[in-house]
């Protein structure tokens, strides 16, 4: 039998309170990422590792209850490309016994969860899996079956995207739209203390979801053509990366729930990724929590509306 | 609510490396258990930085990005260990895979350069390794010098929760990069001479490169007895690049690793360690390993002497070893001792040491971040 597991979700940029946006998606001037990350360096780090301190930060005040042992897992992406082009750029300007040494553990692909680990203290894991639009539905597997085996009692799921000077140079030249700047970060728990909806499964396998026949789907397609998705998401014009995933789970369970408090809809939903070779869902329940009120706020999120990633 | 077991046990089909002393994993294993490493300077990989720095390389491997646009060394080092364990078109093994640094050759040639060649940008935004050689439906992991177990853990993870028929590869692969070369000199934990892992005179990594994968069965008839029975993992998150110098996660991951196999640390015959050479590494693993078997009642080794620090491979490949070292009884030696060993420890020097063949072996990686992961192998009768 599954284990039923609990969510948590804080995002890394405001919501409505803060102008309208979706919750997670936003520009901060760097100084203040910087800031908000409490990290130690963290101009060093660069904006990604910043963006994933600073959501663990903001989720960390929305957990009740403490843990032992946490566990972090964030999605890939070209992040530590930044840092590296300056590290490389400085060898080449001034000399390779001239490059600054802080830097160094930011060229990894892995930066950004060694920082949110740090944030955090996760001393169950902290690392990076997926590199695609698929990644974050990864993270969220790993961290489910982290729980399960008991490897963690709760873990940290970043989604997260963002763009910088090298990134938008890159993104450019290769003819690809340029990463939204999001954060949002989900606390998958066993323990039920103030979560906002219950995780019941996560596949990669389009059979499980018959297990769930009363639950309203939420289906997202990835072509060539770019992404589609029966709500409007608020990343037009741009790519959310590896965090496709949070953006696309974030967007259903606030118009889930009011579709469930207008008794049109049950408590479960489902949603899912597909591609030309790929699938990968979750289910969700809603639960007790009532943060997305603030955040449904001022937003309209028009049905079956499709919209372009590219 | 009670959590679930780890209670697959794949078996084992295959095992594939490419390292600096051999191309596959027959020739590096027969390497190790002589006593052979590889240590020549960076100048001598065509780098455009002048870095005379000891590190272990594979000589002949192609680092150019021209005749593959999106395709760095670090790629067809993967391609290298993935091509004798894949069936070919029609194999439906999932793939787990893992590197550190990604494609920096692309990066290199790109920021030198500024061309206008989008498949190169493109390089650099979706990272080609998993893409080109995982495919769609591959499962891709970072975690600096632990990623390889990282992917791994998620292969046995997928196994337990599915139970189903189905074949795993893991690989992990990382090539030698300016950056890293770079960024350890600056660090002050990269060797000027020659690598000792557990020496008193030791003075830091040997940077390698290598990859290596293994083939996973489940259930399977005829792999042989020989399985990873349990892993444990944990993260100090205490420091960006420096281990916590407690050693208490690192005891966690190893202790659990045991618990989860259902035996006793005592029944462990030997360890395959992540003995980098540095001495903050060093120092703290030697302790872990003093605490949990004191006054040296347990043969260690370390591999990087001999290969160098492979990176997002190592970890994987220190598995390879303990399978190979649980099948034949056979621990190879760590290469740069001379007798200077850190206090309690029983340092496998000079010769194999022979253990009863069939024992469990336990093979440890740490990395950046603080991540520490430990597997246990052996034969499932146990």
Redesign the interface.
Known sequence: MTMKLHVTVAAGFGGADDGGNFPGVGRLDNATLELNSHLRHARYYGRAACLVAATVSRLQMGLRSPTDLTGLVCNGGPWNLCTSWSFLSRAREAGPAYVNPLQFPATLVSATATAGGLSVGAHAFSYVVGYDHFAFFETLLRAAQAVRFDFAQRVLTIGVSTSDTAIETASEKAGICEPLDVALGFAIDRSSVGTHFDLLGVTNEEEFLLNYPAAVRYEAVWSKEGLTFPLSIPVSGHDAMGATGAVLILSAAMHHERLASSARGGPEFAVSLRDDNRFMAAVFRLGNGSLFAHWITGLAIPQRERRSLR | ?R????TVKPGIVGLSAVTSVGRDWPSTWHALLEGKGASLSFLQFGSE???DVPVSGVIGLDRSCTEHPTRGATSRLAEMVLTPLSRGDNDSARLYGA????E?DI??Q???ELP?D??L??G????PI??QLL???G??????C??SL?ALF?AL??F???RTERDAIVVGADALS???V??????KASTHGECRPFNLKHDGILIGEGAAAIRLRYPCSDCGPIKILGFG?????????DPDGAGI?LEKAIRDAVRRTGCDVTDIAAIISHGTGTPKNDLVEGAVYERIWPEGRIPITSIKGALGHTMGASGLLNVLVAVEASKTGLIPPTLGGDGYVIHGLDLVQGMPRQIKSSSLVLAVAS?????NCACVIGPDSL
């Open positions: 609510m959590a679930k077991d780890l930085f002048s870095l590197s550190n640094h990604s920096s990066l290199l790109l920021s030198r206008d989008s498949s940008w493109r650099l935004l979706v990272d998993p893409e495919g769609s439906a499962n891709w992991c970072s975690s600096a632990t990623s990282h998620a993870m997928d337990s929760e599915t300016a950056v890293g770079m960024g350890f000199l600056r660090a993992m944990s993260c100090d998150a205490f420091h960006p690049t996660w990395g950046f971040g603080g991540n």
